[in-house]
Protein backbone atom coordinates (compact mmCIF):
# COMPACT_ATOMS: atom_id res chain seq x y z
CA UNK A 1 0.00 0.00 0.00
CA UNK A 2 1.41 3.44 -0.77
CA UNK A 3 1.29 5.66 2.11
CA UNK A 4 2.56 9.46 2.41
CA UNK A 5 4.70 10.07 5.28
CA UNK A 6 4.16 12.63 7.75
CA UNK A 7 7.32 14.36 6.94
CA UNK A 8 6.29 14.98 3.49
CA UNK A 9 3.45 16.33 5.00
CA UNK A 10 5.46 18.46 7.11
CA UNK A 11 7.93 19.20 4.17
CA UNK A 12 4.95 20.77 1.96
CA UNK A 13 2.35 22.00 4.22
CA UNK A 14 4.81 23.17 6.96
CA UNK A 15 4.52 27.04 6.27
CA UNK A 16 0.85 26.60 6.02
CA UNK A 17 -1.45 28.34 9.04
CA UNK A 18 -5.01 28.00 9.80
CA UNK A 19 -6.88 31.17 9.09
CA UNK A 20 -10.41 31.86 11.20
CA UNK A 21 -13.79 32.64 10.09
CA UNK A 22 -16.76 33.10 11.21
CA UNK A 23 -18.57 31.73 8.40
CA UNK A 24 -21.18 29.36 8.34
CA UNK A 25 -20.56 28.01 4.72
CA UNK A 26 -17.24 27.33 2.79
CA UNK A 27 -15.30 30.56 2.31
CA UNK A 28 -11.16 31.17 0.80
CA UNK A 29 -10.08 34.21 -0.87
CA UNK A 30 -10.75 33.43 -4.56
CA UNK A 31 -13.93 33.62 -6.18
CA UNK A 32 -13.66 30.52 -8.08
CA UNK A 33 -13.36 28.56 -5.41
CA UNK A 34 -16.44 29.92 -3.34
CA UNK A 35 -18.79 29.13 -6.53
CA UNK A 36 -20.47 25.67 -5.56
CA UNK A 37 -21.20 25.16 -9.20
CA UNK A 38 -17.77 26.15 -10.52
CA UNK A 39 -16.40 23.74 -7.75
CA UNK A 40 -18.85 20.80 -8.37
CA UNK A 41 -18.54 21.03 -12.13
CA UNK A 42 -14.40 21.47 -12.51
CA UNK A 43 -14.33 18.85 -9.89
CA UNK A 44 -16.29 16.32 -11.83
CA UNK A 45 -15.11 17.08 -15.03
CA UNK A 46 -11.67 16.92 -13.78
CA UNK A 47 -12.06 13.32 -12.70
CA UNK A 48 -15.11 12.09 -14.76
CA UNK A 49 -14.42 9.12 -17.79
CA UNK A 50 -15.19 10.53 -20.91
CA UNK A 51 -17.85 7.81 -21.05
CA UNK A 52 -20.19 6.84 -23.84
CA UNK A 53 -23.12 8.31 -22.02
CA UNK A 54 -21.67 12.03 -22.57
CA UNK A 55 -20.46 13.79 -24.85
CA UNK A 56 -16.96 14.71 -24.41
CA UNK A 57 -18.03 18.63 -24.96
CA UNK A 58 -20.52 18.28 -21.63
CA UNK A 59 -20.75 20.91 -19.41
CA UNK A 60 -17.96 23.57 -21.52
CA UNK A 61 -21.16 25.82 -21.59
CA UNK A 62 -22.10 25.71 -18.02
CA UNK A 63 -18.21 26.28 -16.95
CA UNK A 64 -17.44 28.65 -19.27
CA UNK A 65 -20.75 30.95 -18.14
CA UNK A 66 -19.77 30.61 -14.30
CA UNK A 67 -16.09 31.95 -15.11
CA UNK A 68 -17.66 34.90 -17.23
CA UNK A 69 -19.89 35.43 -14.47
CA UNK A 70 -16.99 35.97 -12.00
CA UNK A 71 -15.17 38.16 -14.42
CA UNK A 72 -14.98 42.36 -13.34
CA UNK A 73 -16.24 43.17 -16.53
CA UNK A 74 -15.10 47.14 -16.41
CA UNK A 75 -11.64 45.99 -15.55
CA UNK A 76 -11.89 43.51 -18.88
CA UNK A 77 -13.00 46.61 -21.14
CA UNK A 78 -10.57 48.92 -19.00
CA UNK A 79 -8.05 46.28 -20.57
CA UNK A 80 -9.06 46.24 -24.34
CA UNK A 81 -8.80 49.77 -24.42
CA UNK A 82 -5.50 49.49 -23.21
CA UNK A 83 -4.12 47.17 -25.76
CA UNK A 84 -6.34 49.45 -28.57
CA UNK A 85 -4.47 52.48 -27.66
CA UNK A 86 -1.36 49.82 -27.65
CA UNK A 87 -2.12 47.58 -30.88
CA UNK A 88 -3.07 49.47 -34.19
CA UNK A 89 -3.98 45.88 -36.06
CA UNK A 90 -5.80 44.63 -32.54
CA UNK A 91 -8.30 48.50 -32.80
CA UNK A 92 -8.69 47.86 -36.41
CA UNK A 93 -9.53 44.32 -36.11
CA UNK A 94 -12.11 44.83 -33.10
CA UNK A 95 -13.27 48.14 -34.94
CA UNK A 96 -13.63 46.11 -37.97
CA UNK A 97 -16.64 44.07 -36.55
CA UNK A 98 -16.32 42.01 -39.82
CA UNK A 99 -17.49 38.74 -38.70
CA UNK A 100 -16.34 35.63 -39.94
CA UNK A 101 -19.59 33.03 -40.34
CA UNK A 102 -18.86 31.47 -43.45
CA UNK A 103 -21.52 29.57 -45.03
CA UNK A 104 -20.75 27.27 -47.28
CA UNK A 105 -22.35 28.23 -50.62
CA UNK A 106 -19.86 31.77 -49.76
CA UNK A 107 -17.02 29.33 -50.37
CA UNK A 108 -18.38 27.01 -52.88
CA UNK A 109 -16.78 28.72 -56.04
CA UNK A 110 -13.37 29.18 -54.52
CA UNK A 111 -10.51 27.23 -56.43
CA UNK A 112 -8.36 23.88 -55.47
CA UNK A 113 -5.82 24.64 -53.64
CA UNK A 114 -7.15 27.48 -51.69
CA UNK A 115 -8.05 28.37 -48.16
CA UNK A 116 -11.97 28.39 -49.21
CA UNK A 117 -11.84 25.47 -50.89
CA UNK A 118 -11.00 23.27 -47.85
CA UNK A 119 -13.44 25.59 -45.41
CA UNK A 120 -16.29 23.96 -47.88
CA UNK A 121 -15.28 20.96 -47.95
CA UNK A 122 -15.23 21.36 -44.31
CA UNK A 123 -18.55 22.80 -43.42
CA UNK A 124 -20.33 20.61 -46.65
CA UNK A 125 -19.30 17.23 -45.14
CA UNK A 126 -18.12 17.86 -41.82
CA UNK A 127 -21.54 18.27 -40.01
CA UNK A 128 -20.02 21.08 -38.14
CA UNK A 129 -21.41 24.52 -37.68
CA UNK A 130 -18.78 27.46 -37.08
CA UNK A 131 -21.54 29.44 -35.00
CA UNK A 132 -20.54 27.12 -32.04
CA UNK A 133 -21.06 29.53 -28.91
CA UNK A 134 -22.89 32.61 -27.88
CA UNK A 135 -25.40 31.69 -30.62
CA UNK A 136 -28.15 34.34 -30.80
CA UNK A 137 -25.91 36.90 -29.23
CA UNK A 138 -26.00 40.80 -31.13
CA UNK A 139 -22.52 41.93 -32.32
CA UNK A 140 -22.73 45.12 -30.90
CA UNK A 141 -19.11 45.89 -28.86
CA UNK A 142 -15.45 45.32 -29.22
CA UNK A 143 -16.11 43.03 -26.81
CA UNK A 144 -19.57 41.06 -28.23
CA UNK A 145 -17.53 41.06 -31.09
CA UNK A 146 -14.71 39.28 -29.69
CA UNK A 147 -16.92 36.95 -28.24
CA UNK A 148 -18.45 35.70 -31.46
CA UNK A 149 -15.56 36.01 -34.06
CA UNK A 150 -13.93 33.95 -31.63
CA UNK A 151 -16.51 31.00 -32.24
CA UNK A 152 -16.38 31.71 -35.48
CA UNK A 153 -12.72 31.07 -36.15
CA UNK A 154 -12.57 28.00 -33.95
CA UNK A 155 -12.56 25.47 -36.75
CA UNK A 156 -10.92 27.53 -39.47
CA UNK A 157 -8.15 27.97 -37.13
CA UNK A 158 -8.34 24.49 -37.21
CA UNK A 159 -8.32 24.20 -40.83
CA UNK A 160 -5.06 26.49 -41.64
CA UNK A 161 -2.91 25.03 -38.45
CA UNK A 162 -3.34 21.64 -39.79
CA UNK A 163 -4.51 20.39 -36.71
CA UNK A 164 -7.56 18.59 -37.43
CA UNK A 165 -10.73 18.00 -35.40
CA UNK A 166 -9.49 15.44 -33.42
CA UNK A 167 -8.29 14.97 -29.25
CA UNK A 168 -4.82 15.87 -30.18
CA UNK A 169 -5.31 18.73 -32.85
CA UNK A 170 -7.50 20.36 -30.07
CA UNK A 171 -4.84 19.97 -27.50
CA UNK A 172 -2.43 21.44 -29.83
CA UNK A 173 -4.58 24.49 -31.42
CA UNK A 174 -5.02 24.87 -27.43
CA UNK A 175 -1.25 25.11 -26.97
CA UNK A 176 -0.78 27.34 -30.37
CA UNK A 177 -3.25 30.18 -29.05
CA UNK A 178 -1.75 30.11 -25.11
CA UNK A 179 1.38 30.75 -26.57
CA UNK A 180 0.04 33.56 -29.46
CA UNK A 181 -2.06 35.47 -26.95
CA UNK A 182 1.00 35.85 -24.07
CA UNK A 183 3.19 37.04 -26.79
CA UNK A 184 0.86 39.41 -28.33
CA UNK A 185 -0.97 41.31 -25.69
CA UNK A 186 -0.09 41.66 -22.32
CA UNK A 187 -0.46 38.90 -19.45
CA UNK A 188 -3.38 40.46 -17.85
CA UNK A 189 -5.63 40.71 -21.16
CA UNK A 190 -3.74 37.22 -22.37
CA UNK A 191 -5.31 35.85 -19.34
CA UNK A 192 -8.65 36.17 -19.67
CA UNK A 193 -8.37 35.07 -23.60
CA UNK A 194 -6.80 32.12 -21.69
CA UNK A 195 -9.48 31.66 -18.93
CA UNK A 196 -11.31 28.92 -20.74
CA UNK A 197 -9.06 27.45 -22.91
CA UNK A 198 -6.98 27.21 -19.06
CA UNK A 199 -9.90 24.78 -18.23
CA UNK A 200 -9.68 22.49 -21.20
CA UNK A 201 -6.22 21.81 -21.13
CA UNK A 202 -6.41 21.09 -17.42
CA UNK A 203 -9.46 18.88 -17.27
CA UNK A 204 -7.76 17.04 -20.96
CA UNK A 205 -4.64 16.73 -19.11
CA UNK A 206 -6.21 15.11 -15.94
CA UNK A 207 -8.54 12.37 -17.75
CA UNK A 208 -5.64 11.35 -20.16
CA UNK A 209 -3.57 10.43 -17.62
CA UNK A 210 -6.00 9.14 -15.46
CA UNK A 211 -7.64 7.18 -17.88
CA UNK A 212 -6.06 6.82 -21.29
CA UNK A 213 -2.65 6.32 -21.83
CA UNK A 214 -2.39 5.93 -25.11
CA UNK A 215 -3.96 9.55 -25.75
CA UNK A 216 -1.88 11.12 -22.51
CA UNK A 217 1.19 9.71 -24.81
CA UNK A 218 0.86 11.49 -27.49
CA UNK A 219 -0.92 14.91 -25.70
CA UNK A 220 2.50 16.05 -24.94
CA UNK A 221 3.80 15.91 -28.08
CA UNK A 222 0.37 17.89 -29.59
CA UNK A 223 1.59 20.36 -27.02
CA UNK A 224 5.04 20.49 -27.83
CA UNK A 225 4.09 20.86 -32.12
CA UNK A 226 1.15 23.55 -30.93
CA UNK A 227 3.24 25.56 -28.57
CA UNK A 228 6.03 25.78 -30.73
CA UNK A 229 3.83 27.01 -34.17
CA UNK A 230 1.82 29.33 -31.73
CA UNK A 231 5.01 30.81 -31.00
CA UNK A 232 5.60 31.42 -35.28
CA UNK A 233 2.88 33.03 -35.51
CA UNK A 234 2.35 36.62 -36.33
CA UNK A 235 -0.90 37.36 -34.50
CA UNK A 236 -3.53 35.54 -33.02
CA UNK A 237 -5.57 33.68 -35.67
CA UNK A 238 -8.74 35.25 -34.74
CA UNK A 239 -7.50 38.36 -35.56
CA UNK A 240 -6.63 37.38 -39.03
CA UNK A 241 -9.00 38.59 -42.04
CA UNK A 242 -10.22 35.63 -42.66
CA UNK A 243 -13.08 36.77 -45.76
CA UNK A 244 -10.60 38.48 -47.60
CA UNK A 245 -8.81 35.02 -47.78
CA UNK A 246 -10.84 32.23 -48.96
CA UNK A 247 -9.42 32.99 -52.43
CA UNK A 248 -5.91 32.80 -51.24
CA UNK A 249 -3.22 29.77 -51.55
CA UNK A 250 -3.90 27.90 -48.35
CA UNK A 251 0.17 27.51 -48.41
CA UNK A 252 0.50 30.79 -49.00
CA UNK A 253 -1.71 32.14 -46.51
CA UNK A 254 0.53 30.04 -43.62
CA UNK A 255 3.71 31.45 -44.83
CA UNK A 256 2.19 34.95 -44.76
CA UNK A 257 1.20 34.72 -40.91
CA UNK A 258 4.08 32.10 -39.97
CA UNK A 259 1.86 28.70 -39.85
CA UNK A 260 4.58 26.43 -39.36
CA UNK A 261 5.15 22.88 -39.74
CA UNK A 262 1.13 21.63 -39.77
CA UNK A 263 1.28 17.90 -39.31
CA UNK A 264 0.11 15.23 -42.35
CA UNK A 265 -3.46 14.83 -42.38
CA UNK A 266 -4.93 12.05 -40.60
CA UNK A 267 -1.82 11.60 -38.97
CA UNK A 268 -3.75 11.54 -35.31
CA UNK A 269 -7.09 10.83 -36.46
CA UNK A 270 -7.13 7.59 -33.85
CA UNK A 271 -6.68 9.81 -31.06
CA UNK A 272 -9.99 10.72 -30.65
CA UNK A 273 -11.33 7.34 -29.71
CA UNK A 274 -8.27 6.62 -27.46
CA UNK A 275 -9.55 9.55 -25.50
CA UNK A 276 -12.33 8.17 -24.69
CA UNK A 277 -14.49 4.93 -23.43
CA UNK A 278 -15.99 2.44 -26.42
CA UNK A 279 -18.81 3.60 -28.05
CA UNK A 280 -21.38 3.33 -31.11
CA UNK A 281 -20.70 5.25 -33.73
CA UNK A 282 -20.74 8.78 -33.90
CA UNK A 283 -22.69 11.05 -35.54
CA UNK A 284 -19.84 13.43 -37.67
CA UNK A 285 -20.88 16.12 -35.15
CA UNK A 286 -19.45 15.17 -32.60
CA UNK A 287 -16.61 17.12 -30.79
CA UNK A 288 -13.17 15.68 -29.83
CA UNK A 289 -12.55 14.71 -26.24
CA UNK A 290 -10.30 18.16 -25.28
CA UNK A 291 -12.54 20.39 -26.09
Known amino acids: MVEV ?8 NGAARKVATESSVLVSSSPYLNDPQLRALIAQEMLRRNGADLPNTAFIPEVA ?7 DLPTILALFATEKARLPAFKAWLEGRRVSNLRAPEVEHCKP ?14 GYSND ?7 VDSDFTFYLKERAYTHDLEHILTGFETNHAGEIALLAANSRAYYRYFRPELASFFNRVPAYLKAKTLMKDTLYYPQAA ?3 FDAEDI ?5 RAWK ?6 PWRDLIDEPIEEIRQAYGVTNPPPSGDWAWT ?20
Not at 5 to 12: C, H, K, N, P, V
Not at 65 to 71: D, P, V, Y
Request: glycine share 8%; hydrophobic share 45%.
Open 5 to 12: SQADYEYF
Open 65 to 71: QLLHNIE
Open 113 to 126: GTLGHVIHDFLAHS
Open 132 to 138: LFFQGMS
Open 217 to 219: AVH
Open 226 to 230: GAAQG
Open 235 to 240: MPLMML
Open 272 to 291: TAAAEDPREPQPATSRAAAE
